[in-house]
């Protein structure tokens, strides 16, 4: 019982209290309406023109809240001032000057619904709003407007009222006033023909005052007759409407149209209009608030980029950098280009002109999915960002199943098993991409994202699709373009926007925008970043789509239709690039692909992400027509021997390589280091030098060349570096000699190689060696499961020392006979006198060979021998060049070994 009690005590306590507080409002609005001195609302200050001012301070553009000649109250069809009455206020015509019940109602509404701009209003407190309120929505606000209408309705008629309501509301589409909102959507003066508005074109404007832009006919059709309807069930329960002519009203068609105003903005400027519209929208800010007269809007545009904007988007000259066909419905598209530096619009386009264009939809904001631009953003920027990937990090590009469901498909079908980062990215490999997103993990890539302003979904967030554009939701080119901004600000990315301040008629500042920068990454991965996306547009895929004499970076992406058993149907396909001054998004396609409405790729030479690239180059190229071309600080990575594709030149992954005789394992061990960032298997080869008693002399190439000196009377001989030799000591035609082994680095008879083995280790254990021979091992790193090779082969020598080297001194003439037979004549190029040069002699022999004979009546030169492998052995000296006469016998010359390189 008194628990029964303290409940309804606790509410009769509430009752009062809300009594309390409502006749409190109640007697201070009556004694504030009754002293407050009235101000007449100043029309003309509302009538004036908005002017819109571009980056540079100049007036851009004027917006003018007037464009049809204001009804008198005569004027205003009844039909319509049924409709108005009957939905906004049916109270209006009945209820006092000072009407409590509306006040309370309003009251109770507002603080209800937690809405102090519409909820309850009556007409006065509308009108109120619009002729005397300009500040923020608040409370404070909401009861400066009650009691203002309070205070219209004592010194205007409800005749006079209405129709300052009906000439001066925001009806949408640029439109203010019921005047010109007929004329806009149906053609109709009202000032001059009030007749010709029917009574499903009268429910239909009046429906629209509760929300201009949601019951937009244009825009949205199903909602203007779902709203259209109420209104007619308004007109029957308070307007005296026929329930009859009502239902024969709700069954017509809504036949609205755009018709264009005198002094439309659309008309000068449609793109940027449009797109001034759709941003302030979107930051709290209403066409109405835009249109209320006298202000003054401060824009971030640059005219120049604008300008550059309309041409591309609405100039049939440019038409064939779009795909599809140009008539009917047609792919559509939207761009923006942003100040790097400070995140201000340059410019915009949201709509494709083909005759005439409604431009209520802005593009720049519509959503699609990214395709492959987004891989800067969600795998190689987070990947670059951990410290532990570079350009030359090896990606696994090989066809692979990831989370047991998920199998992505290059592009191209040849290509490679391994890559570069710097070639995943380049040649857009998905497979790679994703391959990367899993190695630095999902949520690595993730955050990275949605710190760059990419909103994700939870299940988003745990699916590996999203490296390469599978996005729940997906992005526009506003997102994009602010994505791509800190890679052209140092990893800064500043807050994207247009309007940077608003002041009103009396010089109040109205609306501010308040600038903020964000780091995103680090200053070297916004470098590496750059170097990588100016790669993409100078040797990648996207290879047309640089500014000439500018830095261009990007990334182009192409979203392919979800169509089972149609691979070449594409929904968008988008372009997201930047040069050191701006930054860009753009993307075509249908509104609504489907069977008929779609675009078209293949490998050769279809590609709607040509087209985006294209369409935002023809605009960064017509915006920096008449600017000093500039360069980022960070050139592109450079191309192996100037080819596109890096693809096939990938670095060996092995480092540090060596090869020493272990006592304790009787062998030769092996190891090395390895920076590789996939699994990989190096298969192990040796071929031998010297065995420990046996020479397989040419395996190991000799640099080492001396030149002989002259014995007697004779200039010294020289050795040609060019020269070849035969093996025998033959003489080159120029009087030069010398011995060089075949170009392979290997002589016929080398040692042959062998394969010892594959392991997954750094190192490798060899038994069948000696600790006296000399060996070359070659190792090379390969796919674990292909076998495909990554990078080159690395090789490592043992035991070079083990081959040593002999002495070079003059012959004797008297050596022993050898097993191998003597080096040829050399031919004396002179007929008398001093002996001529003589080449090189060619390789020795393992023996002492015999004496070579003597030349007659001169001295000769000893050659010197040339860069060939070493022998091991003396072989027999070739013969000296005879003279004519008076020489004596010269000396034969001895071979000597000479000291191995690798």
Known sequence: MRLVLSWKRFVLTIVFVF??????????????????PFKRPQLAAIEQPTEVYDRFGKPYLTLSSQRMPNLTYAQIPKVLQNAIVSTEDHSFWTSSSIDVKGILRSAVVDMTTDSYAEGGSTIQEQLAKILYLTDKKTLIRKLKQVLLGVDLSRYYTKQEILAMYVNHVFMGENAVGMNAAAWRYFGINLAKDPKALTLDDAALLAGMLQAPSGYNPLLHPKAALARRNTVLENMVRYGGLSPKVAAKAAKQPIHASYHSLPGDPWTEHPLFTNFLFSYAAKQGISEAELLQGGLKIYTSINPTVQHAFHIVFWSTNYDHLWPGPTKGIVPEGGAVVLDPKTGGVLGAAGSRKQGFVRLGLDRVYSYSLPGSTIKPVMDYGPAIQTGKWGPTSILDDQPQNFDGDYDPQNWNYNAPHYATLQYGLEDSQNVASVWLLNAIGIKTGADFAMRDGIHLT?????????????????????????????????????????????????????????????????????????????????????????????????????????????????????????????????????????????????????????????????????????????????????????????????????????AVWSSATNGVELSWTSKSTVPVDFVVTRKTLFSGTTSIAQNVPSSTSTTGASSTGGASSTTSSNATSAGNGSTSSSGSASAASPSNGSAAQSGATVRLGKTAKTSFFNADVSENGAYVYTIQAVGPDTGFPIGPAVTVTYGESNIQPATTGPGTGAGATGTEPPGGPGQNPTSGGAGGTQSAPGATNPANGANGSGGSNGSTSTGAPASTPPNRGNGAPPSSPPATAGGAKGPGNTGTLQPSTT
């Open 19 to 36: 009594v309390a507080i409502v006749l409190l409002v109640v007697g201070g609005s009556l004694l504030l309406v009754r002293f407050m």
């Open 458 to 658: 939870t299940a988003d967030q745990h699916h590996l699709s999203i490296a390469i554009g599978g996005i729940q939701h997906g992005v526009n080119p506003w997102q994009m373009a602010r994505a791509y901004e800190p890679f052209d600000n140092g990893g800064v990315q500043m807050a994207p926007h247009l309007i940077d301040s608003i002041v009103n008629d009396r010089g109040q500042v109205i609306y501010q925008f308040q600038r903020s920068a964000k780091t995103i990454m680090s200053p070297s991965t916004a470098r590496t970043m750059t170097s990588l996306l100016q790669d993409d547009v100078d040797y990648g895929i996207d290879g047309v789509i640089g500014v000439k004499g500018w830095g261009t970076a990007g990334k182009s992406g192409t979203q392919q239709y979800s169509s089972v058993g149609h691979s070449t149907w594409v929904s968008d396909g988008w372009f997201c690039g930047y040069l050191p001054n701006m930054v860009g998004a753009a993307y075509v396609g249908y509104d609504n692909s489907d069977a008929a409405h779609h675009l078209l790729w293949n490998a050769t030479h279809v590609d709607p992400a040509w087209n985006a690239g294209m369409i935002l180059h023809e605009v960064f190229k017509l915006s920096t027509e008449h600017m000093q071309p500039e360069h980022f600080a960070q050139g592109p990575f450079p191309e192996s021997q100037g080819e596109r594709l890096a693809a096939y030149h990938l670095p060996t992954p092995i480092a540090h390589p060596m």
